[in-house]
């Protein structure tokens, strides 16, 4: 089952990795197994079984796991290059909260080094410890916190807002688009604006396609094993943005940006980073910014007009909650009514989350822990937590689990009590998604123009789920591999009207569950 589609590449990448096993297997297999560490879950092929998984599915493939085994609380399997603990308890989610001991950190530096190519000197200023005892990658997160909220969020709220319109405006009557091809390039154009003003350099067809084939085929690119040959198409598309990047920086570019954009150039500049590395941290903040938001907002679009009941009722909440006239005669859409004004699309959107978020948070042992006293967990090991699993056990969301329910969200007596922990698309505390906010504002105002401006009809007039991109590791929102045609129709309620958004102050941020 496991070997089904996997092409010659995939056999160089694995005898690659192979070579990499065999310098460090006698290190890692040297130790014993404590009395008190999590049963290890077997693999169909003997010695690189699970290496195959992972590469053949993507992050997906520790959800596969963890269903498989969701009878144990967690459970190990052998990476060869180290152990990785997969949790399924929410009790044990909770203990992994707690201890101190299991930290994000180390993927921070992963990112920095495999996806963005940061080498040498800029490499340790980012995972050594400066005077304030933040490491570099500490302080960038400090920094960015508190321009994701706030005044800093309003501006790039409304500067996002003023894109949105025109983009949905370009479709006509009775037009084919492949909706997630547009989806894509609609997204990146509001997100990137907003965030790196006049002189982004995403504007640039050829910088987006290069930001997707680097985005699209980061598995190879992680394996972090000769990446010009075995990684070919992500190492080019990114060493392509990276010069990009490279000249926004030489323009100033930055200077007329967003807060957040400045924000993490100041810090890492301050921290002693070249430009270049400064240009390479910056081409993996692409994956923060678009990994998830773009195929968020196709599965929301899918998912409601695969639901016609569903989408009427959500388009006449908009119509009467969020639209209004203005005196230029144009229709109005309040972003910011979204939030309080909204209840059905704002829990329909967080349960297509919940039904489609494929997150898997990490933490990494710094020492080694006993977990709630009962499970060892050797220091230095990955700890995972698929989230597709947890999203569907009745401990958290009661008997109906498995269902999907738009009201889920919607306080109210008459739905399953909801515990903390069970809800993991942005991420599971303390380390949340802290642009949760802005892409929140941005799907939800792209969705509420499309639904009430237009009509979707899938190619052969039935709503078929797509295939999936396992290559793209970074996103855990189901990126659709290859073209989903619709044609479109103009809703004649609105047909002759122009529109447009607006953002209101101090309303960017949205009461969202998080884990």
């Excluded at 056999?11 to 130790?31: C, D, E, I, P, Q």
């Excluded at 409304?158 to 037009?175: A, K, Y």
Aim: hydrophobic content about 40%; aromatic content about 10%.
């Amino acid at each position: 089952m496991l070997l089904r589609n996997i092409s010659l590449l995939d056999v160089y990448r694995l005898a690659a990795l192979g070579v990499v096993v065999a310098l460090t297997y006698s290190v890692w297999r040297s130790h014993r197994n404590h009395r008190l560490e999590p049963p290890a879950a077997p693999s169909r092929i003997p010695f690189i079984g699970h290496l195959v998984g992972l590469v053949q599915h993507g992050a997906e493939y520790f959800n596969y796991l963890a269903a498989r085994y969701q009878h144990y609380p967690i459970f190990s399997i052998d990476m060869r290059f180290g152990k990785v603990y997969i949790v399924t308890s929410p009790t044990l989610l909770q203990a992994i909260q707690r201890d101190r001991n299991l930290t994000f950190d180390p993927i921070l530096t992963i990112t920095a080094e495999r996806v963005a190519g940061i080498r040498g000197r800029s490499l340790n200023l980012l995972r050594e410890k400066q005077a304030d005892g933040r490491t570099g990658n500490q302080a960038i997160v400090h920094a960015i916190h508190p321009v994701l909220t706030g005044s800093s969020l309003d501006r790039m709220n409304e500067r996002m807002s003023r894109l949105l319109s025109p983009l949905v405006g370009e479709l006509s009557q009775g037009e084919r688009i492949d909706l997630y091809a547009w989806c894509t390039h609609a997204i990146m154009a509001a997100s990137t604006d907003a965030s790196y003003g006049p002189l982004n350099p995403y504007k640039d067809r050829d910088i987006e396609n290069a930001f997707w084939a680097m985005g699209n085929n980061l598995t190879p690119l992680l394996a972090n094993f000769l990446p010009q040959l075995f990684a070919r198409k992500a190492w080019q598309g990114r060493e392509k943005l990276v010069a990009a990047f490279v000249k926004y920086y030489s323009l100033d570019g930055h200077i007329e940006a967003s807060d957040l954009t400045q924000a993490r150039y100041q810090t890492l500049r301050s921290a002693g980073l070249s430009l270049t590395d400064i240009a390479r941290h910056e081409a993996s903040m692409g994956l923060a910014l678009l990994a998830n938001t773009v195929p968020a907002t196709f599965w929301i679009l899918y998912d409601l007009y695969s639901r016609p009941e569903l989408l009427s009722e959500i388009r006449e909440e908009l119509k009467h909650n969020v639209i209004r006239g203005s005196p230029e005669g144009k229709l109005v859409i309040s972003v910011s009514a979204l939030r309080s004004t909204c209840p059905l699309f704002v829990s329909t959107y967080q349960e297509i989350l919940r039904f489609r978020s494929t997150s898997s948070p990490v933490r990494f042992a710094r020492e080694d822990v006993v977990l709630n006293d009962k499970y060892f967990l050797k220091k230095g090991s990955m700890i995972c937590i698929p989230g597709r699993p947890m999203s569907k056990n009745s401990m958290v969301w009661g008997t109906s689990a498995e269902r999907f329910d738009p009201r889920r969200f919607i306080k109210s007596s008459e739905h399953n009590p909801r515990q903390t922990g069970g809800f993991m698309a942005f991420g599971v505390s303390p380390v949340i998604c802290p642009g949760r906010n802005f892409a929140t504002s941005e799907i939800l105002a792209m969705v509420a123009l499309v639904i009430m401006r237009v009509d979707l009809i899938p190619e052969g007039g039935a709503w078929r789920e797509p295939s999936l991109n396992p290559m793209a590791i970074s996103s855990i929102m189901g990126p659709v591999k290859g073209e989903f045609s619709v044609r479109v129709g103009l809703r004649e309620e609105f047909k002759e009207m122009t529109w447009d958004c607006e953002v209101e102050e101090g309303a960017g941020v949205f009461n969202l569950m998080v884990g």
